[in-house]
């Protein structure tokens, strides 16, 4: 069986990842130099599907403005508006007459993975009808658990379990059916969540005699991006192939090791010192005496000063991080103006495990090496510190010499106010 189709889920806001989605779909986030779903897309069209339908919702506009009709990229785009967001099964519904007839890939699109895995589901497709792809984890309990027979079909989707007697081959959100499956999802009732679940529609699917063939993609590279650490790794796993290509200007007296990609238009001044893997986008200014350190990413127009180093951090665009500064294991939003002497700590001092709030309760990260995340246009003062595992929102601003030891929210004034006294007092 041939797939020409896809469909893909992009219309979420990605709460957990806010401040960075406060201001952009999760789905635009660059992760070396490319927006998530770009990576989706043409994987795709590597596999030779090329009519794509976009399910988008939360900033639709930024989506459709940045993909167009997908012309530049060799592949067809067209849109659907969920404007409800009422579960995966109500996003699929919204593809019934782009379906038609056809069989057609159903993906989440915050979904980052190997190639490989796209290549070994349109192999599977020749002799099955319909695929669900599983991963084994650790930690079964915070997804849905795929249940399969000796066959290796699915029976059911056991969501967060409370134990690992269902196994721990979870649900990594990449389908094919035929188009047979809207007959299910047209009887999905509302769940407990007041939602149109996807795993009930399959439930149903499989109780009308239809086989989900099952497919454990475990050795391969997956990541539901949907926490701010993702971020970082799936960065981390396209960093580790991409080739060096310098299209810029690199000055007498620099160092590059390892493979570095640098944009058009960027100028690497003489003193710094760049370890690959490294993206640094087009029109960036570093240096002189910078410190570039593997798994950072710059996206575009992006000024990192005199004496400041950047480790396994993600900065976009038109941020500029002033002399004397360390960034490490961060992501840094667009229009951040870090000023001179600005610290992101990113190791207690007990060495342990960082936590991060996530929607207002801290979860274990299962990092021992985790900085700052901050929303765009965030001003912070000269001398700033940040503690780990600190969140900053958007148009936020951070007063000189503060240090912050909590999450801020947007649009605030955060400063120490400093006592001043009259001379010195010696006892």
Same mark, same amino acid.
């Given at each position: 069986?041939?797939?020409?189709?896809?469909?893909?889920?992009?219309?979420? !806001?990605?709460?957990?990842?806010?401040?960075?989605? &406060?201001?952009?779909? /999760?789905?635009?986030?660059?992760?070396?130099?490319?927006?998530?779903? !770009?990576?989706?897309?043409?994987?795709?069209?590597?596999? *030779?599907?090329?009519?794509?339908?976009?399910?988008?919702?939360?900033? /639709?506009?930024?989506?459709?403005?940045?993909?167009?009709?997908?012309? %530049?990229?060799?592949?067809?785009?067209?849109?659907?508006?969920?404007?409800?967001?009422? *579960?995966?099964?109500?996003?699929?519904?919204?593809?019934?007459?782009?379906?038609?007839?056809?069989?057609?890939?159903?993906?989440?699109?915050?979904?980052?993975? %190997? #190639? !490989?895995?796209?290549?070994?589901?349109?192999?599977?497709?020749?002799?099955?009808?319909?695929?669900?792809?599983?991963?084994?984890?650790?930690?079964?309990? =915070?997804?849905?658990?795929?249940?399969?027979?000796?066959?290796?079909?699915?029976?059911?989707?056991?969501?967060?379990?409370?134990?690992?007697?269902?196994?721990?081959?979870?649900?990594?959100?990449?389908?094919?059916?035929?188009?047979?499956?809207?007959?299910?999802?047209?009887?999905?009732?509302?769940?407990?969540?007041?939602?149109?679940?996807?795993?009930?529609?399959? %439930?149903?699917? @499989?109780?009308?005699?239809?086989?989900?063939?099952?497919?454990?993609?475990?050795? +391969?590279?997956?990541?539901?991006?949907?926490?701010?650490?993702?971020?970082? %790794?799936?960065?981390?796993?396209?960093?580790?192939?991409?080739? &060096?290509?310098?299209?810029?200007?690199?000055?007498?007296?620099?160092?590059?090791?390892?493979?570095?990609?640098?944009? =058009?238009?960027?100028?690497?001044?003489?003193?710094? +010192?760049?370890?690959?893997?490294?993206?640094? *986008?087009?029109?960036?200014? @570093?240096?002189?005496?910078?410190?570039?350190?593997?798994?950072?990413?710059?996206?575009?127009?992006?000024?990192?000063?005199?004496?400041?180093?950047? /480790?396994?951090?993600?900065?976009?665009?038109?941020?500029?991080?002033?002399?004397?500064?360390?960034?490490?294991? &961060?992501?840094?939003?667009?229009?951040?103006? #870090?000023?001179?002497?600005?610290?992101? &700590?990113?190791?207690?001092?007990?060495?342990?495990?960082?936590?991060?709030?996530?929607?207002?309760?801290?979860? /274990?990260? *299962?990092?021992?090496?985790?900085?700052?995340?901050?929303?765009?246009?965030?001003?912070?003062?000269?001398?700033?510190?940040?503690?780990?595992?600190?969140?900053?929102?958007?148009?936020?601003?951070?007063?000189?010499?503060?240090?912050?030891?909590?999450?801020?929210?947007?649009?605030?004034?955060? #400063?120490?106010?400093?006592?001043?006294?009259?001379?010195?007092?010696?006892?």
């Amino acid at each position: 069986m041939t797939v020409t189709k896809a469909v893909i889920l992009a219309a979420g !806001q990605g709460k957990r990842l806010t401040p960075i989605t &406060s201001t952009r779909p /999760k789905h635009l986030i660059p992760i070396a130099g490319k927006p998530i779903l !770009q990576y989706t897309i043409e994987s795709l069209k590597s596999i *030779g599907i090329t009519e794509i339908l976009l399910i988008v919702g939360y900033k /639709k506009e930024q989506i459709m403005s940045y993909f167009k009709n997908g012309t %530049d990229m060799g592949v067809h785009i067209s849109y659907r508006e969920q404007k409800k967001f009422l *579960g995966t099964a109500h996003a699929t519904k919204l593809a019934k007459n782009f379906v038609a007839n056809d069989s057609f890939l159903l993906l989440n699109g915050d979904v980052i993975m %190997d #190639f !490989q895995i796209y290549k070994k589901v349109i192999e599977r497709a020749k002799n099955e009808n319909n695929i669900i792809i599983g991963k084994r984890v650790e930690n079964p309990q =915070k997804y849905g658990v795929i249940v399969c027979n000796k066959d290796g079909y699915m029976e059911k989707i056991v969501e967060k379990p409370s134990d690992n007697s269902f196994g721990n081959l979870i649900n990594a959100g990449v389908y094919q059916f035929t188009s047979k499956i809207f007959n299910a999802i047209e009887e999905t009732k509302l769940s407990a969540r007041k939602e149109y679940e996807l795993t009930d529609s399959l %439930d149903i699917f @499989i109780k009308t005699n239809q086989k989900i063939c099952a497919i454990d993609v475990s050795e +391969y590279y997956w990541n539901d991006i949907g926490r701010p650490w993702d971020i970082l %790794d799936a960065n981390k796993f396209f960093l580790e192939k991409i080739p &060096s290509n310098i299209l810029g200007t690199v000055e007498d007296g620099v160092t590059i090791k390892g493979n570095v990609y640098v944009g =058009k238009g960027t100028v690497i001044k003489a003193g710094t +010192y760049i370890e690959g893997p490294v993206y640094i *986008g087009e029109n960036c200014i @570093i240096g002189p005496n910078s410190y570039i350190r593997p798994y950072t990413s710059l996206v575009k127009d992006v000024r990192i000063g005199n004496s400041s180093e950047i /480790k396994n951090t993600v900065v976009l665009s038109r941020t500029h991080i002033s002399h004397l500064s360390y960034v490490g294991d &961060s992501i840094i939003g667009e229009n951040v103006n #870090f000023g001179a002497g600005t610290i992101v &700590s990113n190791v207690r001092l007990d060495k342990g495990e960082i936590s991060m709030k996530i929607n207002g309760n801290p979860v /274990k990260t *299962g990092l021992n090496k985790l900085g700052a995340v901050i929303g765009d246009n965030v001003q912070l003062g000269i001398q700033s510190m940040i503690m780990v595992g600190k969140k900053i929102g958007e148009n936020a601003s951070i007063g000189p010499g503060t240090l912050v030891n909590e999450d801020v929210p947007e649009n605030t004034n955060y #400063f120490v106010r400093l006592k001043c006294t009259d001379g010195i007092k010696k006892e």
